[in-house]
């Protein structure tokens, strides 16, 4: 069963760029489709992005499209989130997780095998 372990969150300003990063351990990372979620406060986990084992295929929830970028290194077993153009409503707890498949469409959250513990973003107006 794989490990994951986020870092890379903190507090910036409207318009800041961070960048996500998520280690993996106890199994490699390349046989996984890959996810980033986030919880904000008093809402559910949602589906920020995904990408395939090899990087051939991507996935971004519509409200971050043109500002997140999702990537991957297989070799060192880390999975990356660059943020850019950061607003207010991006503050959240933001979670990586494992996955079997790559999910076209709906991304269930149910469907991912393994989760980090996440790492919270937050972005001041």
């Known amino acids: 069963q794989v490990q994951l372990v986020e870092s890379g969150g903190q507090l910036v300003q409207t318009g800041d760029s961070l960048r996500l990063s998520c280690v993996a351990s106890?199994?490699?990372?390349?046989?996984?489709?890959m996810n980033w979620f986030r919880q904000a406060p008093g809402k559910e986990r949602e589906f920020v992005a995904e990408?395939?084992?090899?990087?051939?295929?991507?996935q971004y929830t519509d409200s971050v499209k043109g500002r997140f970028t999702i990537s991957r290194d297989n070799a060192e077993n880390t999975l990356y989130l660059q943020l850019n153009s950061l607003k207010p409503e991006d503050t959240a707890i933001y979670y990586c997780?494992?996955?079997?498949?790559?999910?076209?469409?709906?991304?269930?959250?149910?469907?991912?095998?393994?989760w980090g513990q996440g790492t919270q973003v937050t972005v001041s107006s």
């Open positions: 997780a494992a996955a079997r498949f790559f999910y076209r469409g709906t991304v269930p959250a149910n469907a991912m095998t393994a």
């Open positions: 990408i395939s084992r090899e990087s051939i295929n991507t």
């Open positions: 106890g199994a490699t990372m390349a046989t996984y489709s």
